[in-house]
């Protein structure tokens, strides 16, 4: 697989720190990665080295040509729990959630991290959403392990499940 195009949609919360670290990974794998962050992701970005990657910020202006190619595969590293909400209702407000709706239309492969701390992990919506879009064909990835069989087990927060997660878990799902 070469020269595909590949979305890394990333939302507020740590793990977005590992960002340029997906950029660079993709690229190994043959993809050509473009950054759609949501703007509570944007102050995780500060610091990481994406001056070789397209970050794409903010909505699309009305005639301004389409900033990306059509996605090969899209990853979302990680989801919050207010996006994985808007994400599963349907609700395309920002580009960084029309893009994810979309792809859930197209049948695009996606792999996305649920990353919620516990108490917001443990509101009934969390597990119930997360299967709304388990069964419109995303591959739910646990930050912990990588696994994708489980959507009950506690998701991660902070720097600890941060620095142990591997890219490696998301391309293995694509
Ligand atoms: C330091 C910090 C850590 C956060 N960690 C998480 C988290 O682990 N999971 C989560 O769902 N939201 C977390 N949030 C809250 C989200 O950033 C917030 O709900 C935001 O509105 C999400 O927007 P987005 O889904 O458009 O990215 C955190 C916020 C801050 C400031």
Request: charged fraction near 20%; proline fraction near 7%; aromatic fraction near 10%.
């Amino acid at each position: 697989m070469t020269d595909r195009t590949f979305y890394i949609v990333t939302c507020g919360a740590p793990l977005a720190s590992r960002v340029g670290d997906g950029v660079r990974a993709a690229r190994e794998h043959g993809w050509i990665p473009y950054v759609i962050p949501t703007d509570a992701a944007l102050p995780w970005l500060e610091g990481q080295d994406l001056a070789s990657v397209p970050v794409l910020t903010g909505n699309r202006k009305p005639g301004e040509p389409k900033r990306t190619p059509k996605a090969d595969a899209i990853a979302v590293v990680p989801t919050t729990f207010n996006s994985l909400y808007a994400w599963a209702n349907g609700n395309a407000g920002t580009d960084p959630l029309t893009i994810r709706c979309a792809a859930l239309g197209a049948h695009a492969p996606i792999a996305a991290v649920r990353f919620a701390k516990h108490d917001l992990a443990d509101h009934p919506a969390w597990l119930a959403y997360l299967a709304v879009l388990r069964y419109g064909g995303v591959r739910i990835v646990d930050p912990h392990d990588g696994s994708s069989t489980s959507l009950s087990q506690a998701s991660g927060k902070g720097e600890e499940v941060t620095d142990g997660f591997k890219w490696e878990w998301i391309f293995r799902q694509l």
